[in-house]
Every structure is written in C-alpha cells, then in structure tokens.
C-alpha cells in the first residue's frame, strides 16, 4: 500500500520512550490514544507501526447509512 495513502500527516511527536511490550505481547499506548475507538494497524518492513483511527461507522451514521435495530433498553441493567 502506497504511504501516501497511509500517512496523512507527518507531524509526529514522541508519546513514550522504551515502551516494553509485557509476557503477551502488549503494550499500554494510554494517553497516545484520543479520538479514535477503532484502529488500522500498519506495520513496516523495520518494525514501525502506524495506527490509523477508523471513524467509518460515525461517518456513514452522518450520511444516513445506519440501520435502526430497535431499543436495547430491556437488556439495560440499571
């Protein structure tokens, strides 16, 4: 995939130094994360990764795509 596509801004700013992932695999990206509920994962050929916030359900919900499923109040637990 082309970057151009990917990366839509350059303007980056270190969030963490020696980030170490735990015994999973995982690692807190905390305060790094704002805005976005779900993410494109893109990883290079030298390990660097992108995420790329996907606001597509918030997007189509505006263009009048959603479906209405009903209420969910009776599953609610209060």
Not at 67 to 76: E, L, P, Q
Request: hydrophobic residues 35%.
């Amino acid at each position: 995939m082309p970057t151009s596509v990917v990366i839509k801004n350059d303007d980056f700013r270190l969030i963490a130094e020696f980030a170490q992932p735990d015994a999973k695999k995982r690692l807190s990206l905390g305060e790094a994360l704002s805005g976005g509920t779900a993410y494109n994962i893109y990883r290079n050929t030298l390990g660097q990764l992108i995420l790329d916030p996907v606001k597509a359900g918030l997007r189509e919900s505006a263009e009048g795509k959603s479906v209405y499923r009903g209420s969910f109040a009776k599953h609610a637990k209060e």
